[in-house]
Structures are given as C-alpha cells and as structure tokens.
C-alpha cells in the first residue's frame, strides 16, 4: 500500500494523528505573517485537548484541516463558531465567495472572520526570477497571496449586506491562519524571502528525482510522509506511525514529501518535469 495516501486502520492510530493534527494547528510556526487586510490569528490562546475525536483523514487536506480547527474551537472556552464555510449570495446562482469561519471571541466580545489556508511551495529560479510554485505547479504562493489579499480577506467588507442579517451592522475583525512550508531547492544558497512570508515559518528542501543519487547513499533511509500529514513537524508526528520506505528507483509522477533519516527536515522530491503543470499533483 502507498503509505502517501495512507490512512490510519486503527482507532488509536486514527486518534494519535488526529491529536498530531491539532498540536500543529497551535505549535507550527504559520507561513504567513502580518498582512496589510489581516493580521494572524492569535494561536496562543488555543490549547490542545488530551484528547480528540478521529478525523476523516481521506478528504482533502484543506477539508481536513478545516475540520481539525473546527474541533480545537470548539474545546475551547474561549471561541465559539457562529458559522463555517459561510456562503455570501448575490442570489440562488451567484456566489460572491465563502467565508471559512465566522467566530465570537467571548473575551474581547469580537465576532473575527477567519481565513484557514494550509499551503506548501517550492522556490524556483527562473529566467524572470524568483517563482514559487506548489506540488501542483498551478498554485502559485503569488497568486494565493493577491487571492487573499484582493478578494477573500475583503469579504466581509466588501459584501456585509450579504452577510446573514444578524452581522450586517456589526464590526467584524478579519483574521488569518495560513500554515505549511517553504522549500528551498537543496543546492540553493540563499534561502527564499517572498514578502509577507513569516521569518520563523517551517523550511523544507526540494529535489528533483533524479538528484537523490547526487544528496544521498543506497544507505539512506527515505520514508514516505502521508499527505495529510503534509503539515505536521516531525517531532509532533505519532511515534508509531508506520511509514513506508521509498524506493528512489520508481518514477514518480507528482511531488513526494520524505522524512530521510529521522531528520527534523522535510523533503520533497519531484518528477523530471517539475514545475511543469502536466504533473499530476491534485488533491
């Protein structure tokens, strides 16, 4: 079985990558920081609970993520969801946009909008510079910064006389939680700085398949990191997660993440062609 698309067979496994799911909403460093429309949802004021409820772990990763934070809101005392995937109408065919969550911060009295985004790119040269792509060379860390930025931070704003009429003449606080990795290619010298990136978010490296022979010896141990574990740092993985070992021999046709030798440091390998948008690295 291709551990990338594994899913936990066991209540207690289910459990303990749920748990690691929800210790890396509140412990990973997020990927972006302050933002001239939005500044970070303040993380510290969220605990992890002792214990959770299994995720459905074979959904999309941003479904899934959507999920987790759900149930650490909702063991909170301090947040309550008023509303998810909110959608604002102009009418029954026409959706202006969605708003992730729709929370009441009960000690500041704050109803904040929240935008959720777990996201992973690869820094690429280019004769026209710096790029960044995703594992799947569509996204683009540029096109999702002006998507936040230009429409999805600006809805409550821009559409509040679509909002539910219960919030239409109420403030409304827009806040963002986007999480994941930057990866530099492994023979870059100068890390990436895009701006708006946050200085302490999780760094990665990148390869392309056929430079694992260039970085690593046969006596390497590559194991595959399932993807809806993309975004979890090493240490808070569950300890008897059964990973598969990779075999750098088979092609592979959309980007990998590997955790070689029990580094702290996540990898992703890529086809050939990568960022070639004819890769088959969808959700």
């Not at 959904?59 to 005392?77: F, I, P, R």
Request: aromatic share 8%; net charge negative; glycine share 2%.
């Amino acid at each position: 079985m291709n551990k990338n698309t594994f899913i936990p067979d066991s209540s207690s496994l289910a459990v303990t990558s749920s748990l690691a799911l929800l210790k890396s909403l509140v412990e990973a460093p997020l990927l972006l920081g302050d933002l001239p429309e939005a500044k970070p949802f303040p993380l510290q004021n969220l605990t992890p609970p002792l214990s959770a409820d299994p995720l459905n772990f074979s959904q999309k990763l941003g479904h899934l993520y959507e999920d987790a934070l759900a149930q650490l809101l909702n063991s909170s005392s301090d947040y309550e969801i008023l509303a998810q995937n909110l959608q604002l109408q102009k009418d029954q065919h026409h959706t202006l946009g969605e708003l992730d969550f729709l929370l009441r911060d009960h000690a500041q009295r704050q109803v904040i909008h929240l935008e959720l985004a777990t996201k992973f790119y690869l820094a690429v040269d280019s004769p026209a510079g710096l790029t960044l792509p995703g594992p799947d060379a569509r996204d683009d860390y540029f096109k999702k910064l002006a998507r936040l930025r230009e429409h999805q931070l600006l809805l409550p704003t821009r559409f509040k006389k679509h909002l539910p009429l219960e919030f239409q003449d109420r403030p409304i606080l827009t806040q963002h939680l986007v999480n994941g990795c930057l990866f530099d290619h492994i023979d870059s010298p100068i890390p990436a700085t895009p701006a708006f990136l946050n200085p302490n978010c999780r760094r990665g490296k990148w390869l392309h398949q056929a430079q694992l022979p260039q970085h690593f010896s046969p006596s390497d141990q590559l194991h595959l990191v399932p993807k809806f574990l993309w975004p979890v740092p090493f240490h808070l993985l569950p300890p008897d997660l059964p990973l598969e070992l990779f075999t750098p021999e088979k092609p592979i046709t959309r980007c990998l993440m590997l955790r070689i030798n029990d580094q702290a440091t996540p990898y992703f390998i890529t086809p050939s062609h990568y960022p070639s948008q004819t890769d088959s690295n969808l959700e």
